[in-house]
């Protein structure tokens, strides 16, 4: 870990854990490369937060320049700028869901920013927001009614759109991105079932939206951070919301609400890991719940963020490794051999493409033979990448050595969960 980083590191801690071992002070700052430190916070999506660290440090350090304190500072309003329009988006789109009496949540924006300090400095992307399954046309229609353009998006849980008055990327779901097949699948889909009638209103600056219960979120999170973790990366955001939310209830409460169910899912091991980096390495409170975690689990997250960047953005073929890491259909990593994973991922490739291949099997050689062709004939023309195959498989095995201590969606409590067994009524 380079000193930028470690500063990095510490900034953040002054924002979100004010008080703990791991803030700076103005006078640690000497001897920082400050166009090195503002290149890990375009990386890492943390320009707000730092920025306003070093205002609450006194202002610009006297080692960086005037052009890079003022890029910082820009930076800053833009990411609060972004964060405005994002609110007033939740709200726009609630209001013409509730009106038509679609049920929804809204997810991960503004539902990750409500457990910060500062939420308007939580750095925002695009809307997302869970319909039912049997409502998502009906909404997708609303959203081209109102100003929205279909994209072309071929996963199977969302739909992409463009908003046109702000051009921020709007995406519908049906159900949570990461969610693997299977019993771990069935168990999260459990869970999230009474989501809708869990939900609440949540006042914001510019209004109200709809955002999952506490319970509801955390699952959420837990999921998708396992899911970016396998596939493009776990940014160093993604760890800040879990760090803030984990940190938001009490050690008993925590364990009460999500040991079991997380165990269930597979994904207790890897909320116990995250949750140890984050005091280690951002000064969040050490829960009882997460002390046994040894170091060497938490310093090799640690490790592989701040080598990815936020969504892969340090690792251009790192999406190419994800694909030989892990699948959607499964999951977990590291319980068959490579070869075994490509043909998965290639059956995945022909599953989204060709969604008639989950009844029909016979389609997945078909499709291996007229899809591996087509990206042959495109490589030829200039039109598509050349993967790049050795660096895809090397990188893989690397990331398949650091992932398989995480344990994810591998449950802990083999067999159905005794809650789906019971009557629901």
Not at 187 to 204: A, P, Q, T, V
Not at 332 to 343: A, E, L, N, R
């Amino acid at each position: 870990m380079t000193n930028e980083q470690k500063l990095l590191l510490g900034l953040l801690s002054n924002i979100l854990f004010p008080g703990s071992p791991q803030n700076i002070k103005a006078e640690d700052l000497a001897g920082c490369r400050w166009r090195v430190l503002l290149s890990e916070c375009a990386h890492h999506s943390c320009a707000g937060h730092v920025c306003q660290a070093l205002k609450q440090l006194g202002g610009k350090p006297e080692e960086c320049s005037q052009a890079l304190y003022d890029r910082l500072c820009l930076w800053q309003r833009e990411q609060l700028a972004r964060a405005v329009t994002v609110q007033h988006l939740h709200v726009g789109f609630g209001a013409i869901l509730d009106a038509a009496g679609i049920p929804h949540v809204f997810m991960k924006g503004c539902a990750s920013a409500k457990y910060y300090p500062e939420p308007m400095m939580r750095k925002m992307g695009d809307v997302d927001f869970l319909v039912p399954d049997e409502c998502f046309d009906r909404a997708a229609l609303l959203l081209e009614e109102n100003g929205c353009i279909r994209g072309s998006g071929m996963h199977p849980q969302e739909l992409g759109f463009k908003d046109m008055r702000s051009g921020l990327t709007v995406e519908l779901h049906r159900g949570i991105n990461g969610t693997p097949e299977g019993e771990a699948g069935e168990r999260i889909n459990f869970y999230l079932s009474d989501i809708y009638e869990k939900s609440y209103e949540h006042k914001m600056e510019l209004g109200s939206c709809r955002l999952p219960s506490d319970f509801h979120h955390g699952l959420i999170i837990a999921v998708h951070s396992a899911h970016h973790l396998a596939k493009s990366g776990l940014g160093l955001r993604h760890l800040c919301d879990w760090a803030v939310f984990a940190c938001s209830m009490d050690d008993g409460e925590f364990e009460a609400n999500f040991k079991v169910p997380l165990s269930e899912i597979g994904l207790w091991r890897f909320a116990r890991i995250m949750t140890a980096a984050s005091s280690r390495y951002l000064g969040c409170r050490l829960p009882s719940w997460a002390e046994s975690v040894e170091e060497g689990l938490s310093d090799a997250l640690m490790g592989d963020i701040l080598k990815a960047g936020d969504l892969g953005s340090r690792e251009r073929d790192r999406d190419f490794s994800g694909a030989l890491v892990t699948s959607a259909d499964y999951g977990s990593v590291g319980d068959v051999s490579m070869p075994c994973q490509m043909i998965r991922t290639a059956n995945e490739v022909v599953k989204i493409r060709w969604p008639a291949a989950r009844k029909i099997h016979l389609l997945y050689p078909v499709g291996w033979i007229y899809f591996g062709t087509r990206y042959l004939i495109l490589v030829v023309c200039g039109r598509r990448q050349k993967l790049p195959m050795r660096k895809m498989i090397v990188d893989a095995y690397r990331r398949i050595g650091i992932y398989s201590g995480f344990g994810l969606f591998e449950p802990q409590k083999p067999g159905r969960c005794r809650r789906c067994t019971r009557n629901r009524n």
